[in-house]
């Protein structure tokens, strides 16, 4: 699964940190979801589109591999 | 999101001076026939059989419950991302230690079988402690 986790955070100015915070996980969590090395749970993607004020769609896009089995 | 089945974060300490005591005497006991003290209990009538001596299970119960408290007091920091390395570690000590079941049930017979059985009472709880904790320590590390 693709995401745009760190180009919104980059166009709201936030450190991995500060959003960490603000969806209360750990700041290496942030990572791992930038990295796409962690698919996040729905609770923390809807977290995440209400900090940036988006639909959790515009954060998070499937792949083809998403299909597979 | 809640984790209902994991315990209190501050009784994860009361967990580490039960079980390290607790595994070093147990070693002690099983490796050197080494006792700190004699519990006698009472007489080998009634419904149960007396152990004769509750020495061994008192350390027996502390590394139990002292592994439980470490294994699952909540960590700092814990969140869904760390939920998912507790899952994983469950997973490989589980496969771990019955590959190394799977190896003495072949291999060892008599004396060698029963001190496996011994240690495996506790082995996948120790496992998943070193795995978990090592899986956090490289997660705490990432950049």
Redesign the interface.
Known sequence: MKNTIKVERARHDMTQAQLADKI???R??I??IEQSK?V??T??ALRLAHVFQTRVEELFELEVSDWQR | MKSTLLLPEKLKIYGWILLIPSALLGLLYIIADWSLLSIPVGSQDGLFDAPGDLYDEIIGIGIIIGGLLVAFCKVPDEDEYITSLRLDSLVWSTYFNYALLVLAIAFLYNDGFWYVMIFNMFTVLVFYIIRFHWQLVKFRKSV
């Open positions: 209360q996980v750990s290496q969590t990572h791992a962690y996040p749970s609770v923390l």
